[in-house]
């Protein structure tokens, strides 16, 4: 089992080692000493931003996918309220079949928001690997990993950040510097885990997704993934530290970046950019539409109430006017006519009787 680990980490390890030898050889030419903690650091530093640079395709689609997911959480509430308290097999695979056609439907999975972590975890290892067997490669145990030779293990196993040597960690450290260091790096590492957790969730969650099990589940995270990277912290070499730092540093950016450009429909986030953009006198995105539909919905409401009173039209009612007027003139016409006839009928009468 270890032996097909290693093969299957050993690309990953060569890519890392590729990269930081790279960006190593850039600061060395511009003058860093070759075996400095700041051409390390930095050569770390650009291996952050080469990974996450290229997973930034992967970062859009979290965040579409976490939209989705806080979106369409009332449709999932009615789901799960719909087959509440059935436990039979049949009530729990249609609920599981209709929330899957939810999914589909909608484009989105709850695993989506999990990419990016699972796509660095690889290079998080491979450099976890390459400064904890830089002491190995450069006493000759270990073989090279692609461009760190032995000199090269050498200079950086020997780089200094601040006193604490990059490959050094917290639980196998002899000197203060290291646990200063390690400590430091290690609050730094969860405050940025917490702040990246806490701006989604307070400026970029829709006021009807706060209150449902995603949303509790998402703070809930907030909370406790900064623990567990305290706790494990101790375990992992300065470089790594700097590593992962500079990753959570990159994700809050990047994150403030979309959500001020592109927010969750009826988030905080949202207002605030239609009211920047009010203030600047520019079109807000979607008010067109909304106000267009707005506008047909209008229309067929009052095509809806003329179809429920059918008024009459004035020549309608002109025509139905004048039929009345004559019916009644005919009327009385025949009225004044029988009257008449009768009283000539009386006149006539006592003259033949004389």
């Given at each position: ?9 050993h690309?990953?390890?060569l ?34 931003i ?15 996918a ?5 979106l ?52 998080f ?11 190995k ?13 032995r ?22 450290a ?78 809050m ?5 979309v ?46 109430s ?19 007027a004559?019916a ?27």
């Amino acid at each position: 089992m270890g032996d097909f680990f290693n093969s299957l980490m050993h690309p990953i390890e060569l890519l890392v080692a590729w990269i930081m030898y790279g960006f190593h050889q850039v600061f060395t030419t511009i003058g860093l000493d070759p075996a400095s903690g700041a051409a390390w650091a930095l050569s770390i530093i650009g291996l952050v931003i080469v990974m996450r640079a290229a997973m930034i395709p992967l970062f859009v689609k979290q965040i579409n996918a976490s939209r989705k997911m806080q979106l369409i959480q009332p449709e999932l509430q009615k789901i799960q309220k719909k087959y509440k308290g059935k436990t039979d097999p049949e009530s729990r695979q249609a609920m599981t079949q209709e929330t899957m056609a939810l999914y589909r439907s909608e484009g989105t999975n709850p695993f989506s928001s999990c990419l990016p972590i699972l796509v660095q975890s690889p290079f998080f290892f491979g450099l976890f690997r390459v400064l904890n067997g830089l002491e190995k490669i450069s006493t000759g145990e270990n073989e090279p990993i692609g461009p760190i030779t032995r000199e090269v293990a050498g200079q950086a196993e020997g780089a200094t950040l601040f006193g604490a040597q990059l490959s050094d960690t917290f639980l196998g450290a002899d000197n203060t510097a290291t646990y200063i260091v390690t400590i430091i790096l290690i609050i730094l590492m969860s405050a940025t885990t917490f702040l990246t957790q806490r701006q989604l969730m307070t400026k970029n969650m829709p006021a009807s997704a706060l209150d449902n099990p995603f949303a509790k589940q998402q703070k809930l995270i907030m909370y406790i993934m900064p623990v567990v990277f305290a706790v494990s912290g101790v375990n992992f070499p300065i470089g790594v530290l700097l590593y992962w730092f500079t990753t959570n540093v990159w994700s809050m950016v990047q994150q403030f970046y979309v959500i001020r450009k592109m927010p969750a429909p009826g988030s905080a986030a949202e207002k605030a950019l239609h009211a920047r953009l009010a203030k600047r006198g520019k079109p807000i995105p979607g008010e067109a539409e909304r106000k267009a539909a707005e506008e047909a919905e209008a229309a067929a409401a009052a095509e809806r109430s003329s179809q429920r009173v059918q008024p009459k039209s004035k020549k309608r009612a002109k025509k139905q006017g004048g039929a009345g007027a004559a019916a009644k003139k005919q009327g009385g016409s025949g009225a004044a006519k029988k009257k008449g006839g009768s009283g000539a009928v009386a006149k006539k009468k006592p003259q033949t009787d004389s």
